[in-house]
């Protein structure tokens, strides 16, 4: 049962471009939407995280767009640079869950 | 990657031999997961712990086994190793639980059946 589905699997993005991961969840009872990052070789690290008290979050370039009536959230990465390549897991937990739920994850390269 | 440490980085077995993966945290923090990575599926649930000897099951936890004897310690065990655990193990650590409280992985556990 996937509860988070992220889109899309990969993309490429040009130096300097917008980067646009999607993610839509099913429970109404998540509270806490974090992504991450992983580079390859590493575990993945916290990048950005909302809450659905708000639309929008920005940390930099990056920037999360939340939509609670369409149970939609989105990652933005403006002026995307090539050490921004890696992959991006959007995430979804309750106050009251021990545990998050991560979507598929997006491998996003950045060319030159 | 700071206050939590995996063993062993890379491992090779064969089928049906028992294997032991560790976890290692200086952050005395209460929870800790442990997670699978796999092309297409993401990061998956094995099993997860609210405390030392208190633990419970995942969404992938057929196969595996966990023990928290110590705060810091938490061990995942394949009792019998199948090609289909052929994956990375991660493990992860929390302060608290849900909402507000992001993980802290390791660097991970490449394990490979053969």
């Known amino acids: 049962q996937q509860q988070v589905k992220q889109s899309p699997q990969s993309l490429i993005v040009q130096k300097g471009g917008i980067s646009i991961i999607n993610c839509a969840y099913e429970n109404t009872a998540f509270d806490y939407f974090p992504w991450y990052q992983q580079f390859p070789g590493k575990g993945p690290a916290l990048l950005i995280a909302i809450r659905p008290d708000v639309s929008e979050k920005k940390e930099g370039r990056f920037t999360i767009s939340f939509n609670k009536s369409a149970k939609q959230f989105s990652l933005h990465i403006m002026d995307s640079q090539p050490g921004d390549s890696a992959t991006y897991f959007c995430a979804a937990s309750t106050g009251s869950a021990s545990k998050i739920i991560f979507g598929s994850g997006t491998r996003l390269s950045i060319r030159p | ?114």
């Open chain 2, 1 to 114: 990657d700071a206050g939590i440490t995996q063993s062993p980085r890379h491992k090779v077995t064969e089928t049906g031999t028992p294997v032991t993966l560790r976890c290692h945290q200086t952050e005395n923090h209460r929870y800790m997961y442990w997670y699978r990575q796999d092309p297409g599926h993401g990061l998956r649930l094995i099993h997860y712990s609210y405390g030392v000897k208190d633990t419970d099951k995942g969404e992938v936890s057929d196969g595996y086994s966990v023990s928290r004897s110590k705060t810091e310690d938490f061990l995942l065990t394949l009792e019998s190793a199948t090609s289909s655990q052929t994956s990375v193990y991660f493990c992860a650590i929390s302060e608290g639980t849900g909402g507000g409280y992001g993980y802290t992985f390791g660097s991970g556990t490449r394990l490979t059946v053969v």
